[in-house]
């Protein structure tokens, strides 16, 4: 609820009943959601996403179980509604839908959400192939190669070839680049494989996201709230988590220095938070450390949303100003340092013991406490969270696809386009390539026929040179016998001549 420049998220549980506020210049502080499973976490989501929304500032979050679709419709009015509106003391509360701007990774329950090869990075697309820091530094080169002679490197079937090609010149690349092994580049081929068994190949192409759209504002003036379907994604975690950190990145990278604004130009809701750090690397952590620290100078606003602080390195957990905690519990030792840990974080309220509280809140019940003007951590407080104007339940498919169908950015991202780029390129050059090969071999081939031929008629001309040779020796010897003789008989007449006389 948005109310005298206030963004107003929860209700004290004081005999006052104290509106506590979020202040619109200390939203981009970053925001912490925790709580255990049913306690009311996806309700704070939206009523955050509502507020912040009717505040002009636009939203992006995931929809995990499909439930935050609702959020594009009015919500429905019954008694227990009527009755916290009562108990809220709403002067102006009006069921609403927000302008609502749904995206898929996969392309079924929303806008496509694609990007490129190149602008995932060698870095995040290790992450997302499992390589290790050998194969990573590898692919590293790959990127490098392919930046070098200008190979676009668009989707899936770009990169294959790209590995392909490196792989069948990797004796002529390694003078310049250094050695690369087949048994690295296959490597990184069959976690290609892997990916696209669980659609990655779907999020690569063209035309790649402008994060710039998402951050829109509707005729009303309210902030447009983007809705990312989870629901089959977040059966891939890995693809989930690496996505998201993507996103950070490109809005770290995209957006330009801001200071401090009256509000954010953004907030980012990132669900299932404890995903992105697990198992994640030295490096990989220091970066997303890196983007929570310095992206509030971008007017960004980042609220992760776990089921306990712990989940988040103290790092980034240190960033995060404002916090709402919904009920968290101490089943065994590593629950009960965890409750300890999470009361701790707050500052503490003399009115009752914070650790104690944590395990006793009731659903949409939580611990809240917000930046103040100053940028301090105000008084812990029990609070009861806003309802949503906004519908509770999921959206219906036909009212899914009217928003899908209805928004411009369907127009711009709903057809891929497949332009020329590193597997065209590539496959030109080898067709070139095998071309040139064949025409080397044919002409080979040609002159070997053509060698083979001469000598054969050579052969033949010096097997008819000797037999014209040993028919003229043969006539020879037939003159000179026939000579003799003539010769011989007339030696002999003559003599016979001479006796007769």
Known sequence: ???????????????????ICIQPQMANRHGLIAGATGTGKTVTLKVLAETFADAGIPVFMADMKGDVSGIS????????MQKLI?????????????????????????????????????????????????????????????????????????????LKYVSENCKELASEY?????????AISRGL???????????????????????????????VINVMDATKLIN?????????????????ETMPEAGDLDKPKMIFFFDEAHLLFNDAPKALLDKITQIVKLIRSKAIGIYFCSQSPSDIPDEVLSQLGNRVQ???????????KAVKAAAQSFRVNPEFDTAEVITQLGTGEALVSFL???????????????????????????????????????????????????????????????????AEKEAEEAQKQAEKEAKEAQKQAEKEARRRQKSLEKGIDSAITSLGREVGRSLFRGLMNNLKK
């Open 86 to 162: 009562a108990d809220y003391g709403f002067q102006n509360f009006q069921y609403r839908g927000y302008t609502t701007n749904f995206w898929d990774i996969f392309g079924e329950k929303g806008i496509p959400l694609r990007t490129t090869i190149s602008e995932m990075g060698p870095t995040l697309l290790a992450r997302l192939l499992e390589l290790n820091q050998t194969q990573e530094d590898i692919l590293t080169i790959v990127f490098r190669i392919a930046d070098d002679q200008q190979l676009l490197l668009m989707d899936m079937k770009d990169l294959r070839e790209m």
């Open 326 to 336: 919904h009920a968290l519990r101490a089943y065994t030792p590593a629950d009960q």
């Open 193 to 223: 494989v892997a990916l696209e068994n669980q659609g990655a190949d779907y999020f690569f192409g063209e035309p790649a996201i402008d994060i710039r759209d998402w951050m829109r504002c509707d005729t009303n003036s309210r902030g």
């Open 73 to 80: 419709q009015p919500g429905d009015d019954n008694e227990k």
């Open 236 to 252: 891939y975690p890995r693809l989930y988590s690496t996505f998201m950190l993507w996103m950070l990145s490109e809005l770290y």
């Open 372 to 438: 103040d003007e100053n940028g301090a951590p105000e008084v812990v407080q029990r609070a009861h969270i806003l309802c949503p104007q906004a519908r509770m339940a999921a959206a219906t498919e036909e009212e899914r696809q009217k928003c899908i169908q209805g928004s411009d950015l369907f127009t711009k991202y709903g057809q891929a386009v497949d332009r020329e780029s590193a597997y065209e390129i590539l496959g030109k050059r080898f067709e070139e390539e095998a071309a040139q090969e064949a």
């Open 1 to 19: 609820m948005y109310e005298n420049q206030q963004l107003w998220i929860a209700q004290a549980e004081t005999p006052q009943k104290e509106k």
């Open 178 to 186: 250094g050695t690369m092994s087949r048994q690295s580049l296959g």
